[in-house]
């Protein structure tokens, strides 16, 4: 492997980059920005595994008595809104059967296996829950249990520790066995898909109890809102006797409901308190979905206990199991003990049965196991279908057309060339008299997919899923024979269940994305699970990405960074010693020497750094250009006209846009001609200036020239999909402003991005093999 030198384009020298030819400006002319602004983001603030919601107001700062609720945790330390994490919202399920009696029993025998099971759980659920009330004394963790939760918490016991095998508990990947499939109906009711809760209207009555039970307890009145909203309109009576319920609201930290529970409960606040422990494991099992996990190991919910001071983890875990806190999954299955040939007689077996491994446990929130087993169950439902032809004729064409004709669930990998690919397959199949559509991440994908299928078969995933496009059946179904979704590598578990369960049987689904990208922004990691699957076609293209940048980002992708021949001055090496100079040299790019050089003007380029905190990061960026592409007071909520903003309407979706004016609804801007108001409450936690951008943020669009600041102090953020990500959105021009030495080709070479926990590739596998 070939490293890119410091200082040199491929194919020209130091001297002759676009970079040489301007003279530096004044350092006072720049905005470097100071890390003493960021905080605790200083040092790079790395954007992995940071949660996109905005932190509420400092609950120490209302008088907790909780000093350390006042110190930042690493897991909130990058809320911001650029959706790198947190759960894509769509929503907009067409409606329903009418309703009736015979289409009531229809739904109802139409059931998914996974709400069966969940609601089954729940009920248990209810039965203990009354079983506690009854009881004058609490019950003590892990004791007094009878019935099915102490079958459970055996069952548990037993298969952690090896004393038996999971398949003595376990029928299969499933914690439950599958219920049979309905028998076929001459016009089936298919349970619609499910949609994301709406919070209940809260009266103004409900808000002042909430509040006054906050002040009691030192925390802002402002959280009220929030907290009826999780925890509903008996909010103020369940957080008066469970502080520890305040976790359920975005943002909060433990140490801050610790300091909650100190001031409502006095000297009957305990590190051992069972519902503090109760609290925290859906406190874990959340920031883990927050970063990209559908479910975790009961080892490392342990672990993250006893880091929080919980005395038992162990008993914590099996109350939370008990209660219904969480779900409890078992991760592929050990054989079962098989008795030597020679054993004669059962005591003989027995002694001879080869000892049983132990088997990893898995515990989950009903929210990600309810999608994760509904999606699994949807694409065995599209891959066993048989698939809606109506005499159609496919016209002649490549790899791809083909597997399509022939499956109802197909994989498509490529980079970007490897769109026009997938396109394709949607004008293929409306050649061949079928109802085809694509639909892409984000609104620039849609652009791009447009001009390939024309604009009326090009959508986003959530305009499909909020009601545009080609309209829904009579069962809710959208009215679709073919459907091609490109950066399939953004679907998180639940936005992929909606998008299945509302499809209808016989429609083909193409799922096409490039796997050396960064993940979705909420839980699970849908189409890598796939392809390890291997249930479905996989059609891999063979398309390379054009030019000298296309070459980069290719070596980038198998682990190689190498040089390139650039004779246009397509790739770029800008060498800096330190964070202000980055800052420094990369508004001399954007500003100066691309638009001289390059030919491209600065609206047509995009900066993209690591994180957002930092002496580099967006917030220094972004305060250095705007002082001098368009300086202004900050009028508007710190925006002014013609500011290029960037807008989080949900978590992982961010669309880029300028600043057209404000009123009193909120800011308006303008997103390549589409008007978008930006509410006056989200401005603040939703909108940040955009002419810099983390890798996160900037998935699934693409600009004419890239910027991308690599600062040394974003050496520990660096992997080979956040460097394949963010080299991968230029078009024609890439300069890499390189801080971090030897950190760049190592990342490349040898950082790999954090692996997930999620449970769809068994799954899958389970109902393959039940299907054969």
Known sequence: MTALPQGSAPGSTADESAEAEVAPEPAEGVAVGDPAVDGADAGGGSETGSVDEPEPESLGDSGTPDASAQEPEAAAEDAEADGETGTADATGEGPGPAAGSEAADAKTSEISEAAAELAAQRELRARIEQRKAEKEAPIPAGTKLSGQAADLLAAVRAVESGEKSGAAFFGGPTPAPRRPAPAQQSAPVRPRAPEPAQAPATSAEALSSVRAV?????APEALAAQVSGALGEQAAERLGANPWQLLAVPGVRPEQADGFARALLGAECRPDDERRAAALVGWILEQAAGQGHTALTADDVRKALAARSVPD???AVQQAIAEGVVLVFQDGLADEPRPSEDAEDTEGAEEAAEPVEPVEVLLGLDRYALAEESLADGLARLLNSPVRDDGSVWPEGGE??????????????????????????????????????????????QRRLAGLTGPLAAFTVAGLLSGEGPGREADGALALDVLVVQDATQLDVETAAMLVESLPDGCRLVLSGDPGVLGPAGAGLVFHDLLAARVCPVAAS????PGPVGELVSGIGIGELNQVEAPGKEVVIVPVRDAGEAVHRCVQLLADSIPRAIGIPPEQTQVITVG????????????????????????????????????AEVPGRTVIGTVVGADAEGLRIDCAGTPVLVPRERVESALRHGWALTAHQAIGMRWPAVVAVLPGDAAH???????????????????????????LPRAVAEVLPAPRTTRLTPLLHGLVKTAE
């Open 214 to 218: 906050l002040t009691r307890g030192g």
């Open 400 to 445: 791809l057309v083909r597997a399509v004709a022939g499956s109802g669930l197909v994989a498509h990998t490529g980079g970007e060339a490897a769109r026009a690919e997938s396109a394709a397959v949607v004008t293929a199949a409306a050649a061949a008299g079928l109802r085809a559509a694509g639909a892409a991440h984000t609104a620039d994908g």
């Open 313 to 315: 983890p162990d008993e």
């Open 717 to 743: 953020g660096l992997n080979r999909a956040w460097v394949y990500t963010a080299f991968g959105r230029a078009e024609r021009h890439l300069s890499v402003v390189h801080g971090v030495d030897q950190a």
């Open 612 to 647: 957002h905190g930092g002496s580099a990061g967006t917030r220094a960026l972004n305060a250095a250009l705007k002082q001098r592409l368009n300086p202004g007071p900050g009028r508007f909520g710190g925006f002014d006209p013609a500011d290029k903003v960037a807008y």
């Open 542 to 545: 063979r398309l390379p990405d």
